[in-house]
Every structure is written in C-alpha cells, then in structure tokens.
C-alpha cells in the first residue's frame, strides 16, 4: 500500500525560507518519479517541482531560482527546499508519485507566506 506523509509546512514571513519532507512507502522509491504539487481554494492543483528517478528535476516557473526539489532514495525521502518565499507560495502543498497507472498522494501540509 502507498503512503506518503508530508511536513514541514507553517506560517512565515514574506523573504523566509522553509523545507518541505515527504516520507513514501510502499513503493520502489528509487525507480519512481516523485513531486510536488499544491493548491490554493478555488484553483487547480498545479505542479510545482519533479525529480525523476535519475535526478532530473523541472520547476514551475514561479519557482525557479527559488524551489529546489531533491531526494534521498536511501530514506525514501523527498524534499522542497523553498526560499525566497512570497505571500502567492501560500498553499497547501502535496507529496505525489504516479505508479501502475495511479497517481498517490499525501494529506498535504499548510504553507502560509505573511507579508
């Protein structure tokens, strides 16, 4: 069974900095591409950052320069290192793999960015 459990989300100021973890099982990590999404009321779920098995990554491009996705196939971890925070970043932000035609994802975790 896959899951996935988020973190690292809160409330801070506009110009911080916070650090998103996702912790999957239940899937061979190392082989999976694994991103991150998030959402805002209202709105569509949009990609923000993904990294392939091999280390590949691409970035919105309201992130770039500022996101950097990576991963640790040893714990099964992946992470969202965000700085440069702006108050438009304020989103729930969620976990995702695609595995046997399925899309997985975790609960989510509150990014809130002050101004």
């Known amino acids: 069974q896959v899951h996935m459990v988020e973190s690292g989300g809160d409330l801070v100021q506009a110009g911080g900095s916070l650090r998103l973890s996702c912790a999957a099982s239940g899937i061979s990590f190392s082989i999976v591409t694994m991103g991150w999404y998030r959402q805002t009321p209202g709105k569509q779920r949009e990609l923000v950052a993904r990294?392939?098995?091999?280390?590949?990554?691409n970035y919105a491009d309201s992130v770039k320069g500022r996101f950097t996705i990576s991963r640790d196939n040893a714990k099964n971890m992946v992470y969202l290192q965000m700085n440069s925070l702006k108050p438009e970043d304020t989103a729930v932000y969620y976990c995702?793999?695609?595995?046997?035609?399925?899309?997985?994802w975790g609960q989510g975790t509150q990014v809130t960015v002050s101004s």
């Open positions: 995702n793999t695609y595995v046997a035609w399925n899309d997985f």
């Open positions: 990294i392939t098995n091999t280390g590949s990554t």
